[in-house]
Antibody
Framework: EVQLVQSGAEVKKPGESLRISCKAS????????INWVRQMPGKGLEWMGR????????NYSPSFQGHVTISADKSIGTAYLQWSSLKASDTAMYYC??????WGQGTMVTVSS | QAVVTQEPSLTVSPGGTVTLTCGSS?????????PYWFQQKPGQAPRTLIY???NKHSWTPARFSGSLLGGKAALTLSGAQPEDEAEYYC??????????FGGGTKLTVL
């Protein structure tokens, strides 16, 4: 089955670091870009950036450049989204997506003191 | 950064037809923006309905169609069903390296 399976919900404190994952299966991981999308509570979708898993080349939205890092490990078919220092404003649902046809189930990240 | 605009809300009667649009602050939307359309229902992940302006997936109901209309990308729903009530988002590509979502259209079937 073609799918993207994301890691589970996280509750963190401001200033902590975090890495969430997105594991692909059922297709050639290196053939399609993986995108990360943020959805803050009650708000719309925001494109954060994407990675080409074949060479780990990335593009970022200016709104997220420098605040998050997107990476991938093609040996295990997994993409990552990470923060070095979380803020309360990072509280949101995060989706990975092969936007042409495939979305992960989402990872809820809650940042609260 | 470009701003992508959608109608905040629209209402359609069951069996009726409605067109959702997606505009760009940089000018006319073209096929070179590779317009995508997504449907999201409450509590669910988005689902891709239309890619590259007008291409459908096997799961895309035939009543949905994508096009370019008057300098915008358009999603037309012909014969609305109650289950089509959802939030709809468009996504545009800018030079391939930057993608921007529209703010979403809340579609009510009433």
């Amino acid at each position: 089955e073609v799918q993207l399976v994301q890691s589970g919900a996280e509750v963190k404190k401001p200033g902590e670091s975090l890495r969430i994952s997105c594991k692909a299966s059922g297709y050639s991981f290196t053939t399609f870009w993986i995108n990360w999308v943020r959805q803050m509570p009650g708000k719309g979708l925001e494109w954060m950036g994407r990675i080409d898993p074949s060479d780990s080349y990335t593009n970022y939205s200016p709104s997220f450049q420098g605040h998050v890092t997107i990476s991938a490990d093609k040996s295990i078919g997994t993409a990552y989204l990470q923060w070095s220092s979380l803020k309360a404003s990072d509280t949101a649902m995060y989706y990975c997506a092969r936007i042409d046809q495939l979305w992960g189930q989402g990872t809820m990240v809650t940042v609260s003191s | 950064q470009a701003v992508v605009t959608q109608e905040p809300s629209l209402t359609v009667s069951p069996g009726g037809t409605v067109t959702l649009t997606c505009g760009s602050s940089t000018g006319a939307v073209t096929s070179g923006h590779y317009p995508y359309w997504f449907q999201q229902k409450p509590g669910q992940a988005p689902r891709t309905l239309i890619y590259d302006t007008s291409n459908k997936h096997s799961w895309t109901p035939a009543r949905f169609s994508g096009s370019l209309l008057g300098g915008k990308a358009a999603l037309t729903l012909s014969g609305a069903q109650p289950e089509d009530e959802a939030e709809y988002y468009c996504l545009l590509s800018y030079s391939g390296a930057l993608w921007v979502f529209g703010g979403g259209t809340k579609l009510t079937v009433l």
